[in-house]
């Protein structure tokens, strides 16, 4: 698909267990975010990356929360020790340009991951 | 980057035109002002961004004020499937801040 795709779709985790988010954004896309959405919200952001660097981590909301993407394309998100309140829709988002740059930037979401704690 | 004010909700016919507004207020010179729409239990879907000038395509058409202060987003002839919540959002980053939105429901 031409889409940006994440895995897995649903995903229920014990707390205290780690779960690990995918993210396969539009091939070629420089830029990669992550979002949160709790229920009822707007989605929230977490974190930026443009290539493999992550340039903004300012919305992480702990040190359980842990992003990489080591090669520029592929995107995990990392959260330890999960607790009931990281329970929400884990969104991923690409964009073929780096954001500020002239002309602004489409920027294309994935269907998101639903994750309960439990 | 700006904040924007939207109603929460608003009801349109279906076949009508639906006028979702927006303030800016605050917007700056360079700030780009977008439209993203949120279908039950899907991600995000961009609709259309501008500057300053009118935009049109194949969803909707933004009306931006001259002042740039407000915006029109307009769906020309609302179907059901348009019932979604619809962000407004103003950014010279690129970094979409999402508020709350405005819940529009088309009802046939």
């Known amino acids: 698909g031409a889409g940006v795709s994440q895995s897995p779709r649903y995903k229920v985790a014990k707390r205290g267990q780690d779960v690990a988010l995918r993210c396969d954004p539009i091939s070629g896309h420089v830029s990669l975010f992550w979002y949160q959405q709790a229920l009822g919200q707007g989605p929230e952001f977490l974190t930026y990356?443009?290539?493999?660097?992550?340039?903004?981590k300012s919305g992480l909301p702990s040190d359980r929360f842990f992003a990489e993407r080591p090669e520029g394309s592929v995107s995990t998100l990392k959260i330890q020790r999960t607790q009931k309140e990281d329970s929400a829709v884990y969104l991923c988002?690409?964009?073929?340009?780096?954001?500020?740059?002239?002309?602004?930037?489409?920027?294309?979401f994935g269907e998101g991951s639903w994750l309960t704690v439990v | 980057d700006a904040k924007t004010t939207q109603p929460p909700s608003m009801d349109c016919a279906e076949g009508r035109a639906a006028n979702l507004p927006c303030n800016h207020s605050t917007i700056s010179g360079n700030e780009y002002v977008y439209w993203y729409r949120q279908i039950h239990s899907q991600g995000p879907q961009y609709i259309i961004h501008g500057l300053k000038n009118n935009e049109t395509n194949e969803m909707a058409s933004l009306i931006i004020t001259e002042d740039r202060k407000s915006s029109t987003l307009i769906l020309p002839h609302a179907t059901l499937r348009d019932t979604a919540v619809y962000y407004c959002i103003s950014t010279n980053t690129g970094k979409l801040i999402f508020g709350q939105g405005t819940t529009l429901q088309v009802k046939p």
């Open positions: 990356f443009q290539n493999e660097a992550q340039l903004d």
């Open positions: 988002a690409s964009s073929s340009i780096p954001p500020g740059q002239s002309s602004g930037n489409t920027i294309y």
